[in-house]
């Protein structure tokens, strides 16, 4: 069972009649929160080219390690609006057609040759890149190919071309690469792996399948995780029936489309709205009437009031704390190996889902962060102190923006620190022991037994 995502949405005053594109201009960042202005981030649309703080560190130090997880790029629902046509968006790749990018055509070209892969499991049966004229629920679109070439692309640029750190003849032992088993979040991997080491070796390729979205791998029983699961669920629920104004938006939107209000409310409307605001597409409409910005606008701001609420509650952050703990441990070992001098697994690429990165973010400390968007990244970098080669460094990023000192366990060394980084130490010590203080435990596996304080 998963937390419904807080997902985006929009308005712009367009009568619900009006047959008329939807989507309005983008300015600059409003001053409040506005909910049509967070469906845009959400949607993250390849236009102008991205500014990433990636790579920044003093001259002297050396990146030695880079680890991303993902979120996959845009894709078709998950869920319809019964009674309703689905939203016409075409799954095959057009180069010629927006949003594009200068390597899909070559993209495509290298996909279909991938059979010398390694592919774990399912994976080897999973299409390499998306193929229908008519998307299948969930399925990566080109809009959602092209967030990640670009992804790809930009970390080339900082990670290989200029800080080296991947040689040219690079080996598979120098890669890890994690995907769970659906097709948009191995798809993602491979898009952005392409612009990253264009026309790379299949035979290098070792795709490793994860089954969990937390990525717990063999530590994923944790009882008081689901507890804490049930809890903020309950939060969601008790938030949601308090909403006046989200029920009429419901009744109303459920006499359009002609099913009972708890029919539409449990087909979960924002997935689907949220294909047509992103692929600006005109809302539903039948003989009864059509669905409109309005509808849109109160489903997308009581998201976001959702989302305040749950950071002040606390009970997704101590969820947070325990879906998380295996694969920030795993992160945690891996650096620290290399930080000993192994020069294997430089280079980690976790494929996820926003169920995967939400948690992360939350049992960080980075409270500021936005709900991931399509093609979300946060990276952890590892650096050496060139004057003191024991020493090493952390930086985390978020979408290209820095979060290192927003994170619980390095913000007050931020104000006695003059490097732009965090002790790796510090990291290690969250991971191996105060995530756990919170539920008066030493470990992961009593933590998963034991409330919290």
């Known amino acids: 069972v998963h937390l419904i995502p807080v997902n985006p949405v929009r308005e712009d005053g367009l009568n619900p009649k009006s047959r008329k594109r939807i989507m309005p201009d983008l300015l600059t960042e409003p001053p409040a929160t506005d909910?049509?202005?967070?469906?845009?981030?959400?949607?993250?649309?390849?236009?102008?080219?991205?500014?990433?703080?990636?790579?920044?560190?003093?001259?002297?130090?050396?990146?030695?390690?880079?680890?991303?997880?993902?979120?996959?790029?845009?894709?078709?629902?998950?869920?319809?609006?019964?009674?309703?046509?689905?939203?016409?968006?075409?799954?095959?790749?057009?180069?010629?057609?927006?949003?594009?990018?200068?390597?899909?055509?070559?993209?495509?070209?290298?996909?279909?040759?991938?059979?010398?892969?390694?592919?774990?499991?399912?994976?080897?049966?999973?299409?390499?890149?998306?193929?229908?004229?008519?998307?299948?629920?969930?399925?990566?679109?080109?809009?959602?190919?092209?967030?990640?070439?670009?992804?790809?692309?930009?970390?080339?640029?900082?990670?290989?071309?200029?800080?080296?750190?991947?040689?040219?003849?690079?080996?598979?032992?120098?890669?890890?690469?994690?995907?769970?088993?659906?097709?948009?979040?191995?798809?993602?991997?491979?898009?952005?792996?392409?612009?990253?080491?264009?026309?790379?070796?299949?035979?290098?390729?070792?795709?490793?399948?994860?089954?969990?979205?937390i990525f717990c791998s063999g530590s994923c029983d944790c009882p008081m995780r689901n507890h804490y699961l049930e809890e903020e669920q309950r939060r969601q629920y008790s938030l949601r029936v308090k909403n006046n104004d989200l029920e009429k938006i419901y009744v109303d939107m459920a006499k359009i489309v002609g099913i009972p209000t708890r029919q539409l409310r449990a087909s979960n409307p924002i997935d689907s709205l949220l294909c047509y605001f992103c692929h600006n597409v005109s809302f539903p409409c039948t003989k009864t009437g059509c669905i409109g910005m309005e509808h849109f606008r109160v489903i997308k701001r009581h998201q976001l009031e959702d989302e305040r609420e749950r950071q002040e509650k606390k009970l997704y952050f101590l969820y947070a704390l325990l879906a998380t703990h295996p694969l920030l441990n795993q992160t945690v070992n891996r650096l620290q190996r290399i930080a000993e001098g192994k020069k294997e697994e430089v280079f980690v690429l976790y494929s996820a889902h926003d169920v995967t990165l939400s948690p992360v973010l939350s049992a960080l400390g980075i409270t500021e962060a936005r709900f991931p968007r399509f093609a979300a990244r946060l990276v952890f970098e590892l650096w050496q102190d060139g004057k003191r080669p024991k020493e090493h460094f952390i930086r985390i990023l978020y979408n290209g923006a820095d979060v290192t000192f927003q994170t619980s366990f390095c913000k007050d060394h931020y104000k006695r620190s003059s490097k732009p980084m965090c002790p790796l130490e510090k990291f290690v010590n969250f991971v191996k022991r105060d995530m756990f203080l919170i539920f008066n435990s030493t470990s992961y596996y009593d933590a998963c037994r034991r409330r919290a304080l």
């Open 35 to 213: 909910p049509v202005y967070e469906a845009h981030v959400y949607c993250n649309i390849p236009t102008i080219a991205e500014r990433s703080m990636e790579g920044h560190a003093p001259h002297y130090f050396k990146l030695v390690s880079v680890q991303v997880l993902i979120r996959h790029g845009d894709r078709y629902p998950l869920y319809a609006i019964p009674k309703t046509k689905r939203p016409d968006i075409d799954c095959m790749l057009v180069p010629s057609r927006k949003p594009s990018h200068p390597q899909l055509e070559a993209f495509i070209k290298h996909m279909s040759k991938g059979s010398a892969a390694q592919m774990d499991g399912s994976l080897s049966s999973l299409p390499r890149f998306p193929s229908h004229s008519l998307c299948e629920m969930g399925e990566l679109t080109q809009t959602g190919v092209v967030q990640h070439l670009r992804n790809g692309q930009l970390l080339r640029e900082i990670y290989i071309n200029k800080h080296k750190l991947l040689p040219g003849d690079w080996t598979a032992k120098q890669l890890y690469l994690e995907t769970t088993g659906k097709s948009r979040t191995l798809q993602s991997a491979l898009a952005l792996l392409y612009t990253f080491l264009p026309d790379f070796d299949w035979k290098k390729i070792n795709m490793r399948h994860q089954w969990s979205t």
